[in-house]
């Protein structure tokens, strides 16, 4: 009878991780994580809570749409806003009628999500854990309280870009739409058919809405010529990446799509540009998106891009730091002229 991966002796792990290393190439502790991250997305999706959450970001991209070829550790959450401030939306919908009342509402969300988190979430998975018998550790952190770490055993390293930890960060200033249920796989799964490893249904964002966002993203980057953060540079790898996909097609037509997200963060995400002028979203929707940084913007994540590829998170050969800004820059033009 096949037997349950985390039913196995520790070194019946580290032997089946192995013999998926060298089925797949992928370093040890990026397969590891990854049966720890479909773990922790089925055991959310198979909860109460699975209606109202919606799976987004690099991994869904990764995991669901198989439009990018790098690994993503983290588990990117929407917890419907309709849901968390019911008493403040009421029947006017999604989006705010001012900036002031957008912030009232943001003031709100961030006052109660970490609840919701650490009395909703924290216990569903904090009893899986019991129930398996698993040696993991939860923790609510961030800087606004909106993220859930799972330290899990490694039985391996890497070189500490991605670390032994499932990292689950929830936003609730969304709907999380338009989203669909898929199945989630392990990757080492179709490697080892003796070995029953954990799969998941969760409900993802369409690669439309995860595009639009993270291009807009990239777009207030460099209008403000400075990263804001380590492991920045996964974003303008996942949008050329999108590009080289089938889905690229359907995603650039999606302009219902783009103009909700530009809408949404002109309410949520009020950002400054290096001139300390409010950055408009609309334009990058309509034909003005800019995401090929300059200056030390540029060099920033250069080192960003090489961190990331120094702990062997793609699957298969990268292209180079220059290779990756000129596919950029044939992006930007397509968005442009289809916006046109």
Known sequence: MDEYFFDLSKKDQREALEYGRAETGRPVHLLEKDVWVVWTLRTLFESSLAADLTFKGGTSLSKVYKAIDRFSEDIDLTYDIRKLIPDLIGEGGELPASRSQANKW??????RLPDWITQNVQPVIQAALTRERLNARLELGGQKNDKLFLHYPALTQGTGYVAPVVTLEFGARATGEPHQVFQVTCDIAAHLADVLFPTASPQVMSVARTFWEKVTAAHVFCAQGRIRSERYARHWHDL??????PHFTTVIASRAVATAVARHKFYFFIEKDADGKVIDYMPA??????????????????????????????VGDAISFDELLEACADLEAKVNRAAV
């Not at 943001?106 to 006052?111: E, I």
Request: charged content about 20%.
């Open 240 to 245: 050329t990446a999108i590009a080289r996909s």
């Open 106 to 111: 943001t003031q709100t969300v961030r006052h």
């Open 285 to 314: 929707t309509t034909g003005h998106l800019k995401i090929v940084p300059e200056g030390q913007a540029r060099t920033a994540l250069a080192e960003d891009y090489a961190a990331m590829l120094a702990d062997e998170v793609m």
